[in-house]
């Protein structure tokens, strides 16, 4: 399955705490949280797969996340992108 990170939730230090996401292709409003880092791991193993869309609309792939960090393929910027994903607003 392919996932595509939409929005983040943030840690008062503006650290990220949770991503949001949807099936690739999917409806924003069914968006899903995940913030355990280890369950984003499993899955990815599993063979499935997390990309976001950075500022230039390009589609940068998630490789795995340690020490709390979302690690990304490089796309040519030092930003951190997934910063720049608007705020997760759940109903």
């Known amino acids: 399955m392919r996932y595509q990170i939409i929005c983040t939730t ?9 991503l949001g996401f949807i099936e ?11 913030k355990d880092k280890e369950h984003i791991n499993r899955l990815i193993n599993e063979g499935n797969s997390f990309f976001f869309t950075n500022e230039d609309g390009q589609e940068v792939e998630v490789i795995s996340v340690e020490d709390d960090h979302v690690r990304t393929k490089p796309d040519g910027t030092e930003k ?11 109903a």
Do not use: M, V
């Not at 943030?10 to 949770?18: A, L, V």
């Not at 690739?24 to 995940?34: L, P, W």
């Not at 992108?81 to 608007?86: E, F, I, K, S, V």
């Open 80 to 90: 951190n992108n997934l910063l720049h994903l608007r705020e997760c607003r759940y």
């Open 24 to 34: 690739a292709g999917g409806d924003e409003n069914q968006a899903q949280d995940i």
């Open 10 to 18: 943030r840690k008062e230090n503006n650290s990220i705490d949770k």
